[in-house]
C-alpha cells in the first residue's frame, strides 16, 4: 500500500526546508492518491517541472515508492510550466500541485529510470 499523499507532501516539503528551500503546496488535491506535480523555480523567470513517472515504471520490488520523471530536459519559461500545469488539472481535477524555489534546481525526488 502506497504512503498516503498528504503524508507524502508533508515529508517532501519538511526535506526541502530541512536544507532551506522554500516549499508550498499551490494546490491541495485528493487527501489518499492524487498525483503530485513539483515545480521547481530557479529564481531567474524559469522552472523544472516533475510529472508523475508512467505505471510502467514501478515493479514488485518497490511498488510503493513514488517515481517522477521530468518533463522537460532543461529549465523553461515558468510561463510553459504554468500552462502543463492548467491542463493537467483540467484532466485530473485530484491532482496537486507542489511549488519549490531552488535557483540550483534541487528537488529530492526519485527519477524513474528511462
Given amino acids: 500500500m502506497r504512503l498516503k499523499t498528504n503524508i507524502w507532501v508533508a515529508a517532501y516539503l519538511r ?3 530541512g536544507v532551506g528551500i522554500f516549499g508550498a503546496i499551490r494546490r ?16 531567474d523567470g524559469s522552472a523544472l517541472l516533475f510529472t508523475p513517472a508512467p505505471q510502467t515504471v514501478y515493479d514488485d520490488v518497490r511498488p510503493i515508492d513514488r517515481f517522477f520523471v521530468p518533463v522537460w530536459s532543461q529549465p523553461v519559461p515558468e510561463a510553459s510550466v504554468e500552462e502543463r500545469l ?5 484532466f485530473d481535477p485530484d491532482a496537486w500541485i507542489i511549488e519549490a524555489e531552488d ?5 529530492f525526488l526519485d527519477l524513474a529510470r528511462s
Fill in 103 to 107: 535557483k540550483e534546481g534541487r528537488h
Fill in 86 to 90: 492548467a491542463k493537467e488539472i483540467r
Fill in 28 to 43: 491541495r488535491g485528493a487527501e489518499e492518491a492524487g498525483a503530485v506535480f513539483v515545480k521547481v523555480a530557479l529564481m
Fill in 15 to 17: 526535506r526541502c526546508q
